[in-house]
């Protein structure tokens, strides 16, 4: 009888090992660069997006693991949840980070600031192999200060078994009353905005301080419509079917939909926003030699093809876009081809009265 | 009236503990949802070995508890038996006013107004880095200061101020005195205000959460994790947490009544 | 005589250098900060722009009120039903109440969701009954909610400790004289058990009006609370820190006047202590 027991209780431990659907199981690394320990015993602090990097979950390749085993350098990692968060903690001089991974517009800002190092691309080896149209980008036009990790979309996720399959490919639907109180937004201003400007067919990156106040309005308007705002906590909600339709970054809606198979996704017709998150290193960095080792390593094609596994973003990666074992290989929402691509606009960094003006008016919304 | 009396104390404990047992009952779901039970495994238990992240913070959250704790306790107990010496009544109201303010004023406030102090002093001297160990360490002192204060407080003003004066005419030195006439009798308060500073530091969130840098403690982790999906793992750790104060408070208790039963057992024979 | 105590009012030095270095001069830093624009120039501006945030203030003190008021109204019966029980059994109910203190209040907090959820176990039980769900979470309500069961033991636990000492024989005294139970709670148990009322409601209240997680869990990020807004500017960058600074020193004049008043009501002095 107790063997029995025993019996089910490995098996219960060893099934969650293989649980996992998609998800780059570990294998002996097989390094492009190469690496040594002369920094051994040194410390190496991150600063990244929550469930941005892969962590070993479900027998996947625990990246920071894999690269203090590497180096000897001991990772110290940390999670932020919006850019402006991020911004803070750098700004007020607080802590001191030596990798961070802001996105487009927070790099052009940091840079405006003269917050972050150039990096010494001639250290890393593995640039190469970063694709062509995600280099020399408007917000590092000349790639002194940016590695790309990250290349995103945002689009609406809605959950068929409870709207059915035919909805308006439209940001409007969070405004319309058929989907009262399941409806979610983002609880960050940028991307809030983001969604009503659509509506509106404004200029994300208008200067227009009207533009700013038609778009409040409207998600004043919005504001009883919704369930909350959220960021990551997106997931269970979704996942759940405690909400019906959301917008969010389309990488994370193929993360729920591993959890739940009703839900589906579509970019709307207004079109959306498209966003690069890329690695950089602060002014105050302590480490900045350990730093490019760190960078170089995610670069490194089976480190990269872990993390796209795993977080399920697009990468700017030739080494995991082109590799036919990539499990979200030529996946169409990801990897759109040109006809079906949606319409897309960049967020850039606006100037710090309109900044101010617009992050008011948000504080306005949610008092409202 | 009995019945009635009982029912209440049994419901008022029910809404105490649904969601301790609502957190206990799906930190053993087999899927990731903490929302719908799908079956009973052990995974997320066995995942928390492997959780560096979580185990870091634990070890933060213990050498911070225990360091604040005890230098709190120090100098909270030298701090009170010098206010009680202060005579002028106005300045001795004073200094206790200002001993009040961290526990009387919000967390929010008390750890903002830290946070500016750090970052200030750190951009005077030109830190890269203004938050960390030391901040939250200092931080946590300074909170848990009033609680050991007030806690010895009571106790020396029910010490018998003659017999410091007598050990003096004795010829012990006053640290002599000190340590062998006063610090016994108030010893439960010091006892007291340590453990009531452990906890109170264990627990804290709002002013680690302004003053700790990296340096984060264990409520920081998983606030950052209920802003994310929160999976079953914390509610896994958080139950061991539970079980572990429930334990030992169950234990405390037990051992408590038993001395108490044999002291009255010696008194009772001391009487016969 | 005079000698031997200043040696002993010089150990509270280092204490009094401690609490001036961390205490006070982090206030009035706070306070230079409200006081100031971005570039440490004298300016009214920030005080001026919290109007903006009357509302956030407003609903942050209704829902404060309402929690402590049924914070007492749960805890007082509570605390006279504990006293009502036999020693060991009141030793274990005073345990009882004070263990979910030493769990993590966000943990505490969060489980509500899942109780509370539209999908979650009230209303999943709700719809097996054949009942229609109700809207609980992210509604006023949940916040309240959560505020009356994250601070409740702080109000149970004192209102106990001063009802377990009251002096028995006044109750008999007053029973001898022929007073009926209603009349027996209102002059003499409700009286003595001030001391314990007040400390309970300023140690619910304090931390109900200035939460910054409870709301953002339970009132789904749409309820603005001022603790909420204190927390979203620090988290917008130093240029926010001037304005954040003015709220956060408005929040203390208020709990400070909140205290101001209940100390006026409490006639046992320093009573404000567990």
């Known amino acids: 009888m107790k063997k029995l027991l025993c019996t089910i209780l490995i098996l219960t431990v060893l099934s969650t090992l293989f649980l996992s659907g998609c998800g780059y199981q570990y294998a002996d690394l097989d390094l492009r660069a190469e690496f040594d320990e002369s920094l051994k015993g040194t410390e190496l602090t991150v600063y990244n997006w929550g469930e941005y990097i892969s962590d070993g979950a479900g027998g996947t390749i625990d990246v920071n693991k894999e690269f203090e085993k590497l180096t000897g350098i001991k990772v110290n990692y940390l999670t932020f949840e919006s850019n402006e968060t991020m911004y803070s903690q750098i700004k007020s001089g607080g802590i001191s980070y030596d990798i961070i991974i802001p996105s487009d517009y927070m790099i052009e800002r940091l840079i405006k600031e003269d917050m972050l190092q150039t990096i010494d691309l001639s250290k890393i080896t593995n640039y190469d192999l970063i694709a062509k149209q995600y280099k020399n980008l408007f917000f590092d036009e000349k790639n002194e200060y940016s590695v790309p990790y990250n290349v995103g979309m945002v689009g609406m996720i809605y959950n068929t078994e409870l709207v059915g399959k035919d909805i308006e490919h439209s940001w409007k639907v969070l405004w319309d009353e058929k989907y009262k109180n399941m409806a979610l937004n983002f609880n960050n201003p940028r991307d809030a905005f983001m969604t009503a400007q659509m509506i509106l067919g404004q200029d994300l990156n208008t200067l227009n301080k009207a533009d700013w106040d038609a778009a409040a309005d409207l998600l004043k308007q919005g504001k009883k419509n919704l369930q909350t705002y959220v960021m990551d906590e997106i997931y269970g909600k979704m996942e759940t079917g405690e909400a019906s339709v959301a917008p969010y970054y389309a990488g994370d809606y193929l993360t729920m939909l591993e959890n739940n198979e009703n839900l589906a996704f579509f970019y709307p017709d207004e079109g959306t926003n498209i966003f690069v998150d890329s690695i950089c290193i602060p002014k105050n960095a302590k480490n900045y030699q350990a730093a490019l080792q760190y960078i170089n390593f995610l670069l490194e094609p089976d480190i990269s093809t872990a993390n796209a596994e795993y977080i399920g973003y697009a990468s700017p990666n030739t080494a995991v876009i082109e590799n036919k074992d990539y499990c979200y290989y030529q996946n169409e929402i990801l990897y759109p081809d040109e006809a079906d691509m949606p319409k897309v606009q960049y967020y850039h960094d606006i100037d710090a009265d309109v900044r101010s003006y617009y992050e008011n008016l948000w504080s306005e919304i949610k008092l409202y | 009236m009995k019945i009635l009396s009982r029912l209440y104390i049994a419901l008022i404990i029910l809404f105490l503990y649904a969601p301790v047992a609502v957190m206990i009952l799906f930190s053993f779901n087999s899927s990731v949802s903490v929302w719908r039970f799908s079956g009973f495994s052990t995974r997320w238990y066995s995942g928390l070995a492997y959780n560096t992240t979580m185990l870091n913070a634990l070890e933060h959250t213990l050498v911070i508890a225990l360091l604040s704790a005890l230098l709190s306790t120090v100098l909270g107990t030298a701090a009170a038996v010098g206010i009680e010496a202060i005579r002028k009544k106005i300045t001795k109201k004073l200094v206790m006013s200002v001993t009040q303010v961290p526990m009387m004023n919000a967390d929010i406030v008390t750890g903002i107004s830290l946070m500016l102090l750090f970052i200030f002093i750190g951009k005077l001297i030109g830190l890269d880095e203004s938050l960390g160990f030391f901040t939250v360490l200092i931080a946590h002192i300074t909170f848990n200061l009033p609680y050991v204060i007030l806690s010895v407080i009571p106790k020396l003003r029910q010490t018998d101020a003659h017999l410091a004066e007598a050990a003096l005419d004795l010829g012990c030195t006053p640290l002599k005195a000190f340590f062998k006439v006063i610090l016994p009798s108030i010893s439960t308060g010091i006892v007291t205000g340590l453990i009531m500073a452990f906890t109170l530091s264990l627990d804290d969130f709002v002013i680690s959460y302004f003053t700790c840098g990296h340096y984060q403690t264990l409520p920081i982790i998983i606030y950052n994790m209920t802003k994310k999906s929160v999976k079953p793992d914390t509610y896994a750790l958080s139950t061991l947490i539970f079980i572990t104060v429930f334990v030992l408070l169950i234990l405390y208790n037990v051992l408590q009544t038993k001395s108490e039963k044999k002291r009255a057992a010696a008194v009772f024979k001391a009487r016969t | ?274």
Not at chain 3, 231 to 250: K, R
């Open chain 3, 1 to 274: 005589m005079n000698k031997k105590s200043f040696g002993s009012r010089l150990i509270a030095a280092p204490y009094l250098v401690w609490s001036a270095l961390f205490i006070v001069i982090p206030l009035l830093i706070m306070f230079y900060f409200a006081l100031t624009d971005q570039n440490g120039v004298f300016t009214l501006s920030n005080l001026s722009a919290i109007g903006q945030y009357k509302k956030a203030f407003l609903i942050s003190i209704l829902y404060a009120v309402i929690a402590t008021a049924i914070t007492l109204l749960l805890a007082y019966p509570m605390a006279y039903c504990m006293t009502k029980s036999g020693i060991s059994t009141q030793r274990m109910l005073f345990m009882i109440v004070m263990i979910p203190m030493w769990m993590n209040f966000l943990i505490r907090t969060y489980s509500w969701i899942t109780i509370l959820a539209n999908t979650g176990l009230i209303n999943t039980f709700l719809t097996k009954i054949g009942l229609k769900p109700l809207r609980l979470i992210n509604t006023p309500g949940a916040v309240i909610l959560g505020m009356v069961y994250d601070f409740i033991p702080y109000m149970i636990l004192p209102i106990y400790s001063v009802m377990s000492k009251l002096d028995k024989s006044l109750l008999e005294a007053a029973e001898d004289l022929g007073s009926d139970s209603f009349t027996k709670f209102k002059k003499v148990i409700l009286p003595l058990t001030r001391p314990g009322i007040i400390s309970g409601i300023t140690m619910v209240f304090v931390p109900s009006v200035s939460t910054f997680y409870i709301s953002q869990k339970l009132g789904g990020n749409k309820t603005m609370l001022i603790g909420d807004a204190i927390e979203f500017l620090f988290n917008s960058g130093p240029a926010y820190y001037n304005i954040a600074s003015a709220l956060s020193l408005l929040l203390m004049i208020m709990i400070l006047i909140c205290l101001f008043v209940m100390n006026h009501f409490s006639d046992e002095d320093g009573g404000v202590l567990m």
